[in-house]
């Protein structure tokens, strides 16, 4: 079966600090990719970072970097230099390669909430 | 670019009645627009891939009569709740995939909109 998990319900930050987001997931398919959105309280979800299943380096967005370790099926979100407008809530998702119509499966979310 | 609308954002409506939420791709042609739902303090949940053209494809559990949904171009898809009760109560997104720009096959997703049963 076809899981995404993130087990950190919620976790409070110190601003300016890193963080990291747990993400794992559970496939037998070679080919797949990763994504990370942002939903703050408005509710609109902002594409963070994107990683393909094939990629040789993790990939890196602003002050968004993804650990991603295939061998351990993680694809953790690390977000430096926290900011207060980085409250809010993160999903993990991924795309099967065999997933009919380019779904995405989302993982629970965390709440992040930066302290000043 | 790559920027997705819903209208309405908000509606409060009478249990009974049906009521229509747009999705459109502002800036770009969608080959396949997403449905999903969210309940307070819970993940997305796919209700249905729709492509332009041709019927929704649905998920398990998602009753097909209860959610229309049509997309009738490439840059527009609606959502249709018929008979709405308090349970259908909770935010819905939409999303649009397109193989450009960004050659990931992303899904953009668009703001929301928040639906009040009473």
């Known amino acids: 079966a076809q899981k995404i998990t993130q087990t950190q319900p919620g976790m409070f930050v110190q601003e300016k600090e890193a963080v990291t987001l747990d993400c794992t997931y559970d496939t037998s398919d070679p080919s797949y990719g990763l994504f990370w959105y942002k939903q703050p309280s408005s509710g609109e979800m902002i594409f963070l970072i994107y990683?393909?299943?094939?990629?040789?380096q993790n990939a890196t967005e602003g002050r968004y970097s993804l650990n991603f370790q295939k061998a351990r099926k993680s694809a953790n979100l690390v977000i430096s230099a926290s900011q207060l407008g980085d409250s809010a809530m993160y999903f993990c998702a991924m795309r099967f390669a065999k997933a009919a119509g380019n779904k995405l499966t989302f993982g629970g979310g965390t709440r992040v909430l930066v302290k000043p | 670019g790559a920027v997705v609308s819903q209208h309405p954002s908000r509606v409060i409506c009478k249990s009974g009645t049906s009521v229509k939420i747009e999705c459109r791709s502002l800036?770009?042609?969608?080959?396949?627009m997403f449905w999903y739902r969210q309940f307070p303090k819970q993940s997305l949940m796919l209700m249905a891939t729709?492509?332009?053209?041709?019927?929704?494809?649905?998920e398990q559990g998602v009753e097909k009569d209860k959610f229309l949904i049509n997309h009738a171009s490439l840059t527009l898809s609606t959502l249709t709740v018929t008979s709405a009760h308090p349970e259908d109560s909770s935010f819905y997104i939409c999303s649009a995939s397109s193989p450009e720009p960004s050659g990931n096959n992303e899904q953009f997703f668009g703001p929301g909109t928040r639906l009040t049963v009473l």
């Open positions: 990683q393909g299943s094939y990629d040789q």
């Open positions: 800036d770009f042609q969608a080959t396949t």
């Open positions: 729709s492509n332009e053209g041709s019927k929704a494809t649905y």
